[in-house]
């Protein structure tokens, strides 16, 4: 296991020998009340478990498989939302930004800047991202290898800043299908910045249900694990407390009621896997 650097967010320690960390809550901002009970209740579950925990949730979805598609609030509303969970919960918050013109504005609320696997080359939004000097997560596209990933942080690199995470979400294996090579953990890690697996979007069907992706929950588990002993920094979840009613990605969502269980075995299988590599 390649000790990564750190990255100091508040209070929280991301990276090299800290404990693993969480990234989750809902794919998109469905409503202020529901966005607000999943920070609670992710919280809580996290803080149970001894867990570093940061929010997240999308204020646009800006790549839905349909048209008709529900996208979110909005820029503005969506970061009235995560301000005022910021706020009021004092918790670290992630969202994903979609052109360079939200770099700005987005880092005003936000701690971390995501940009979207699609967009992970897109030179103009990976430099806005960075010269923000907000910590910068950046989704490995379906399309790059992990060694691609490279000229990737060269690009964020170059404006000074170096606060890079990089997240694992699976590649393109035939059509609607993806999987995630075990072995793109340590290549990554070898960038030495912190790597996150996203594991709810390595399941993913994309455009698996024609006008909309599908997906395999059932596989989550297994693959959270398998993530987490390969090493990884931190996992990235979007879990719903009604995945078949949700707004976005709820084929491929950890059902709410299932974290609590899931995060205690990624938490005792993690401990011990820094323990082995420290030894």
Not at 117 to 128: E, K, M, N, P
Not at 205 to 227: D, K, T, V, Y
Request: with cysteine.
């Amino acid at each position: 296991m390649t000790t990564t650097r750190e990255i100091s967010l508040g209070s929280l320690r991301l990276g090299g020998n800290n404990p693993l960390f969480l990234i989750a809550g809902p794919c998109v901002i469905e409503s202020e009340r529901h966005a607000r009970m999943m920070a609670e209740r992710v919280a809580k579950i996290a803080a149970d478990a001894g867990v570093p925990y940061i929010f997240k949730a999308s204020y646009d979805k800006a790549n839905r498989s349909s048209v008709k598609s529900y996208r979110g609030p909005g820029l503005l509303e969506g970061l009235r939302i995560l301000g005022k969970i910021k706020g009021d919960l004092h918790l670290p918050i992630l969202t994903d930004i979609h052109d360079a013109s939200q770099a700005a504005p987005a880092a005003e609320v936000v701690d971390i800047l995501q940009i979207p696997a699609f967009l992970s080359r897109q030179t103009d939004l990976l430099v806005a991202a960075a010269k923000t000097g907000r910590i910068v997560n950046v989704k490995k596209a379906q399309f790059l290898s992990p060694w691609d990933m490279g000229n990737v942080t060269e690009k964020i690199v170059a404006t000074g800043n170096s606060k890079i995470i990089l997240t694992e979400r699976g590649a393109s294996f035939g059509y609607n299908n993806l999987v995630v090579d075990m072995r793109s953990f340590p290549v990554l890690q070898k960038l030495g910045y912190p790597v996150v697996y996203d594991v709810t979007h390595s399941v993913q069907l994309p455009g698996g249900q024609g006008h909309a992706s599908g997906g395999q929950p059932e596989f989550i588990e297994p693959l959270a694990r398998a993530g987490v002993a390969a090493g990884v920094d931190g996992i990235f979840l979007e879990t719903h407390d009604n995945p078949a009613a949700a707004l976005s990605d709820g084929p491929n969502a950890l059902p709410l009621a299932q974290l609590p269980q899931l995060l205690a075995r990624l938490k005792e299988l993690s401990t011990l896997v820094r323990r082995w590599s420290n030894a």
